[in-house]
């Protein structure tokens, strides 16, 4: 019997390790951080992480055992272990949850996962025990409870994994998500032709077929046949692609079995050749003296925000920091909002550090994400082959680093860091700091409008300040004027969704040969459509909100939870067929704009039209080589893009960004705006804005015209202490959720009595958001204000025993109570 006790974290949504038994011909296996197969409950197996092992057998438990140890190396590090009990700990969330979210789903084994085989024709060498689980799961799709029941003592949860390894299998996770391997053709040898002798004797046998006697040779060529350094194989495209031969005389050798084609399946990550292509840029002047202030300040701070106006050249002062990073034999992590729209900096990292780059985020597929996160993790044992640099969106916080010394976030001020649904709601901006703490590292933030929070700690010492205030290329800000839409439609000026000003600049961008960028945050053909006669509006059945018209399905869809029908013809309120759409979306702007520029080539940059990352690089290679004259887009083109030949840009509904009903509002009005405002005219001329409003007289739009940033920080922070928010104050907010409205408004009132004993706590609600049903589930928020003097962990303490209390209550249990710290 041993006397050793494993502690494991199920991917659940469990607040508690639990502790399993070790087996004694499992001892020499067992390590922290590797995942072990455990029974949890009657019949269900899952694949936990180990986080410790003792010999203390715990008191008064019936201790189950370990089935298996499925990983010969840890698959987690210590580090990690600590910053997801941090995680757990600051966000108000199980460890279970954090384990879900840092995980790639390839490393999570459960025994409903389905398991699949996939011919991808390499002939791998299988043991015997591999060749019979992969017969048994065969062309039909098991799940790893059936393969258990088929095989009983024969089945083995480190065969399985070793098969996932070979690429024999593909575990899918979700069953409504499979995920479809990418496979390419091959060509080898046919097995029949085993030396050099029999290969002269077919090749004198094609004497009268000379086309494919001469592809036979250029086959044997490419492949190095029966040399010492000899390819096993070819893919098809690499060997008929620019010869002249066609796929039909390939054919033909596949029918004298001289050749054999199959299916291989290829990694979807793009390898670089060389390790460094392109040299690293000098800087100019202002970006030298940033980067030695950058280094002055990680002398004494940990943490440095770098505030650079748009088109300064950030990101050549991040690469200068990554190499020198590089060369001291460490890692650097960088992250991005949305790694979709950064098709130009993967560019520029992998011309710069080539095959020292990995790229990590959720839209790749979880055989992709577990090559990548083992890569990481091999740069422990062999720096050589691992990845030194990751470029990521948010979840690449959780990757395994092992020698990590520095953090880039850029555009920290971006909400897309934060991760709203399901827990752990963390915020990746906040984590890179925890991370780069936890691991010495130092960490830069950066951008053109940081966070006030952010700017608040750099501004009384907690972090240090850089400010880069001259364009890269020297050229002026761009020059903003104020619309005043509500006086061009009253005049009839309006053309079409454009005010006059606007309208010229445009026009005169189309006789030069420049480009124009047209921001309006809401996607589709308009946001509603209403009955002229009644007012009847369409509803979503699922959300309380307005269906958007999409003119190019002649649908309505809800945009919370996917809904979608028919464009009515008539009324369903009072049957009359004066149903006409009211407000405008990008789809209508293209639409509204076509005549007005005749001859200009338009393109839309929307959720729309770029659900495919390849579809968004191709919309950002089009502007690049001036295929496109006029972008209309969403937040999509506020994020980081770098267009040479941009000269106007239009924000065409400003009144939506400034009187949002939020306490940031202001700040995220000024930050969307400029930042649209920072795509124009980044390298040659001064680039022209041009906000459309009905508030002409806002005294946000003075502030954003002069890009004050400093007095907008000044005036929102004398707000904030007022009003008691952020950073002055900590906030937390609650939702709770049921499908029953009564259930949901009883729930709330109990939970804001619980809470209420805490007098030190400024509860506000609770109130229906402004959507206040989505996809069938009502909700309601409480939002809590504390001073920062109480003591964090207490506090938070208290309000998750109030939701345990208020959960516990007679016909609350099946009520869903979700915490949110640091609300965004």
Known sequence: MSDLYAEVILPLPLHDAFTYQVPGHLESDIAEGKRVVVQFGQKKLYSALVTALSSKKPENIDVKKIYEVLDEQPVVLSKNIKLWRWIAKYYCCTLGDVFKAALPGGLKLESKSKVFAVDDGTEAELTEKEQLLLQQIGSENSTVDELQKKLRNDFSYPVLKSLFKKNCIQIEEKINARYKPKTETFVKLHPEIENKKILNNKLNDLQRAKKQQALLLHFCEKINAFKKDVLLSVSKKELLDGTGFTPAILKELVKKKLVIQFQKQVSRIEEETENSQVSINLLNKHQEKALTEIQASFEKKQVTLIHGITASGKTEIYIHLIDEILKSGKQALYLVPEIALTTQIVRRLKNVFGKKVGIYHSKLSSQERVEIWDKVLQFQTKPENGYQVILGARSAIFMPFSKLGLVIVDEEHENSFKQFDPAPRYNARDMAVILGLQNNAKVLLGSATPSFETYYNAVNGKYGLVNLKKRHTNVELPETLVADVKKAYKRRQMHSVLSPELYELMQGAAEKNEQSILFQNRRGYSPFVECFTCGWIPKCKNCDVSLTYHKYKKRLTCHYCGYSQQMPDSCDNCGSNEIKTRGFGTEKIEDELKPLFPNASLARMDLDTARSKTALEKIIQNLESRK??????????????????????????????????????????????????????????????????????????????????????????????????????????IVVKHKNQQTVDRAAIQLKQFLEKNNKLILLGPEYPLVSRIQLWYQKEIWIKFDKSLHLDNTKDFIIDCVSKTKHLPDNSNCVINIDVDPM
């Open 628 to 733: 496109t004259d006029i972008l209309i887009g969403t937040q999509m083109v506020t994020k980081g893009l770098d267009f040479e030949h941009v000269s106007v840009v239009g924000i065409l509904n400003a009144d939506n960004l400034l009187n949002f009903p939020d306490f940031r509002a202001h700040e995220r009005a000024f930050q969307l705006i400029l930042q649209v405002s920072g795509r124009a005219g980044r390298k040659n001329n001064r680039g022209k804005v041009v906000i459309q409003t009905s508030q002409p007289e806002h005294p946000l739009l003075n502030l954003i015209i002069s890009q004050d940033y400093t007095s907008v920080f000044k005036a929102q922070m004398e707000e904030r202490k007022l009003f008691r928010y952020p950073p002055f104050f900590r906030l937390i907010k």
